[in-house]
Structure formats: structure tokens, C-alpha cells
């Protein structure tokens, strides 16, 4: 609403360049304005990233100990951050990188 109001007093002042050249850059500046509250005013579409994972032979769930204090984890609290997976600790705060280990 606020652009509309803004490209039409920017028309009114360009049109009354005649007045005045100082009208004119008056106009171009509301003008400028109206764009720039048109630009921000525009939604933001979050980006929906999905990865698929092939998996080649039967999953095997192990259990999970925490590398710093022993505890035992629970990998469906695992979140993913950089691409990488990551679990936290409940009992000490430790966050590490889950790894696979090599199928060979």
C-alpha cells in the first residue's frame, strides 16, 4: 500500500518537472523508494532440501556411547547440521559426528 503511495506522489512530482527540475529528482527518489519497499517486501521461499540414501545391504542398529563420557545414546535424536550427522550427549553436552564405518 505504502509503494503504491509512493509511485503515485513519485508521478505527480516527475510530471511537475516543469516547475522545477528539483520536482523531478523528488519524483525519482520517491520513485526509488517505492521499488526498495517492493523488493523487501517480497516472501522469502524457504529452500526444501531432499537427500536420498541407497541402501546396498541389510542396516544392523548398534548402540551408540558417548566417546567422552560412555553414556548410552539414542540415535533417533540425531540431527543433521552441514550435511553430517551429528547426536549429542544427554549426560555431558558432548555433540560428535555419527560415522560409518566401512563396509569392506
Not at 503515485?8 to 520517491?30: A, D, E, Q
Not at 520513485?31 to 523487501?40: D, G, I, S, W
Not at 521461499?45 to 545391504?57: A, S
Amino acid at each position: 500500500m505504502a509503494s503504491a503511495v509512493l509511485i503515485f506522489f513519485g508521478l505527480v512530482f516527475v510530471i511537475s518537472v516543469n516547475l522545477g527540475f528539483s520536482y523531478f529528482l523528488v519524483g525519482m527518489v520517491l520513485f526509488a523508494v517505492a521499488v526498495f519497499l517492493l523488493f523487501l517486501g517480497q516472501e522469502k521461499k524457504p529452500i526444501e532440501i531432499k537427500q536420498t540414501v541407497t541402501v546396498t545391504r541389510p542396516l544392523e542398529a548398534k548402540g551408540i556411547r558417548c566417546p567422552n563420557c560412555g553414556a548410552m545414546l539414542d540415535p533417533t535424536k540425531a540431527e543433521v547440521l552441514g550435511g553430517k550427522l551429528f547426536v549429542t550427549c544427554d549426560h555431558c553436552g558432548n555433540k560428535f559426528e555419527l560415522t560409518e564405518e566401512p563396509t569392506w
